[in-house]
């Protein structure tokens, strides 16, 4: 599947769908350089895109980068509640507070 998506990517079709689904990917197989890489590159292309910010809040979380999630999380609850994207706001705020907690006991 990766691959299909990089053919897709290389043939000029850079969308942020595209990148959503190349970070999911690259995140399930736990590349998470390559993961935050496309997660940010989608919010890049659609910085209204809620799903993206979700995405890459959690792989930034992954990747042992707490406050860089944070700051993915905070952006993707305020453009979801701006969209209307009730249940995808709920669902980073409640990432968020785990991030804020795991961060917290590790200070």
Same mark, same amino acid.
């Given at each position: ?20 689904? =190349? +970070?999911? !990917?690259?995140?399930? @197989? /736990?590349?998470?350089?390559? *993961?935050? %890489? ?17 995405? =890459? +809040?959690? !792989?930034?979380?992954? @990747? /042992?980068?707490?406050?860089? *999630?944070? %700051? ?36």
């Amino acid at each position: 599947m990766i691959a299909q998506l990089e053919r897709l990517l290389a043939n000029g079709q850079d969308t942020a769908m595209l990148r959503l689904g =190349l +970070g999911n !990917a690259y995140l399930q @197989a /736990g590349d998470l350089v390559r *993961a935050v %890489a496309h997660l940010h590159a989608a919010v890049e292309h659609e910085p209204g895109y809620s799903a993206a910010w979700k995405a =890459l +809040g959690k !792989a930034l979380t992954e @990747a /042992g980068k707490p406050n860089e *999630a944070i %700051a993915a999380y905070q952006e993707g609850i305020r453009v979801a509640e701006q969209r209307g994207d009730i249940q995808a706001a709920k669902e980073m705020k409640i990432f968020l507070r785990r991030v804020y907690s795991s961060r917290d006991k590790s200070s």
